[in-house]
C-alpha cells in the first residue's frame, strides 16, 4: 500500500498542514509564500533574492514573480542598496507588516494546534527529525 511509504506519509501530512495554513492565510487575502517572504524580511531585511528564494522555499524566478505582486498590492517596496547598487533590498509596508503579523497569528495557532494534538516530547522529536531531513537531501 502506498501508505506505509514514509515519503507518502510526509507527503500526506505536508499536504494537510500546508492547506489548513493556506486557507487561514487566504481569509487575509494572502498566499502563504507571500506570508513566508514577510516573515523573512521582517526578520532581516537585508537578503538578496537568491538567498530568500531559499529561505521561502521557492525557486528564483518564482520569487521575483511573487515579489513583482506584493509591490504592486503595497506589501512590500523594493530599495536598491547603498552598499551595491546591482542588489535591491525589500521592505515591508505598513500594510505588509499588518499582513504578516495577521497570518504570524493563524500560524501560531495552527502550531498550537499541531503540539496539543502530538505533545510537546513528540513535537520537538518531529522538528529535530524534520530539520535533519531537510538538511541531508536523500
Known amino acids: ?14 499536504k494537510s498542514v500546508n ?9 487575509h487575502g ?3 509564500e507571500a506570508w513566508r517572504v514577510l516573515e523573512a524580511l521582517d526578520a532581516d531585511e537585508k537578503l538578496t533574492m537568491g538567498y530568500l528564494a531559499t529561505i521561502v522555499l521557492m525557486n528564483p524566478s518564482a520569487l521575483s514573480k511573487l515579489v513583482d505582486r506584493m509591490v504592486s498590492d503595497g506589501l512590500v517596496h523594493r530599495q536598491i ?5 546591482r542588489q535591491v533590498h525589500l521592505h515591508l509596508t ?8 495577521q497570518v ?9 494546534s499541531i503540539r496539543k494534538i502530538l505533545g510537546e516530547d513528540k513535537t520537538a522529536a518531529l522538528q529535530d527529525m524534520l ?3 531537510a538538511q541531508h537531501r536523500a
Open 19 to 27: 492547506q489548513s495554513l493556506a486557507n487561514r492565510a487566504k481569509a
Open 104 to 112: 504570524r497569528e493563524k500560524a501560531i495557532e495552527l502550531d498550537q
Open 94 to 101: 505598513a500594510l505588509g507588516q499588518k499582513r504578516m503579523l
Open 1 to 14: 500500500m502506498i501508505e506505509s511509504y514514509l515519503a507518502y506519509s510526509l507527503s500526506a501530512a505536508h
Open 131 to 133: 530539520a535533519t531531513l
Open 30 to 32: 494572502i498566499q502563504i
Open 81 to 85: 542598496a547603498q552598499e551595491d547598487q
